[in-house]
T-cell receptor, first 111, second 112 residues
């Protein structure tokens, strides 16, 4: 079946790197995503990675994909207070681009 | 410059009183999705439209219906809301060939 799991909470100091981890079960997933959700807001697409890649970098964001272990991570360099939010990992499943989300990791950034 | 618009942002309804949530898009995308996100949980797909074709998820309760009168608009109807239907409802759009989904800001539904 399809399932996505994430740790629920991460606390980091401002300026440090944050690493948010995710595991998924559907080996046929073509794309994997990271979304950000700020309080009371919708989901903002941060970045995504195609399943035939193992790394993608986009400014402060680095996505690593280990397809063998079905493990995805998001690294945020130089974490700022504005990065405090819930981060959702998602896999694309199904012929109509259905997204299966994890429960989200709440990132707290403290001075 | 809004691309996916949801109205209202906050909706309060009474137990059992029908309610309709609205989503519109300026992207001309042919796919529109409705997700339900309960507190501290993952968003969960309820159904989607691919053009005019309606696709229901197997575990979506019958209480939830949807209408898509044209490309730009899609509605979520909850026929008899229960307390367990209180959630954030997220609308998203996409194209059949694209890997990106664009989400609206959501409507937070409270059932009293």
């Amino acid at each position: 079946g399809e399932d996505v799991e994430q740790s629920l909470f991460l606390s980091v100091r401002e300026g440090d790197s944050s690493v948010i981890n995710c595991t998924y079960t559907d080996s046929s997933s073509t794309y994997l995503y990271w979304y950000k959700q700020e309080p009371g807001a919708g989901l903002q697409l941060l970045t995504y990675i195609f399943s035939n890649m193992d790394m993608k970098q986009d400014q402060r964001l680095t996505v690593l994909l280990n397809k063998k272990d079905k493990h995805l991570s998001l690294r945020i360099a130089d974490t700022q207070t504005g990065d405090s939010a819930i981060y959702f990992c998602a896999e694309m499943a199904g012929g109509y681009n259905k997204l299966i989300f994890g429960a989200g990791t709440r990132l707290a950034v403290h001075p | 410059d809004a691309m996916v618009i949801q109205n209202p942002r906050y909706q309060v309804t009474q137990f059992g009183k029908p309610v309709t949530l609205s989503c519109s898009q300026t992207l001309n995308h042919n796919v529109m999705y409705w997700y339900q996100q309960k507190s501290s949980q993952a968003p969960k797909l309820l159904f989607h439209y691919y053009d005019k074709d309606f696709n229901n998820e197997a575990d979506t309760p019958d209480n939830f219906q949807s209408r898509r009168p044209n490309t730009s608009f899609c509605f979520l109807d909850i026929r008899s809301p229960g307390l367990g239907d209180a959630a954030m409802y997220l609308c998203a759009t996409g194209t059949g060939s694209s890997y990106e989904q664009y989400f609206g800001p959501g409507t937070r539904l409270t059932v009293t």
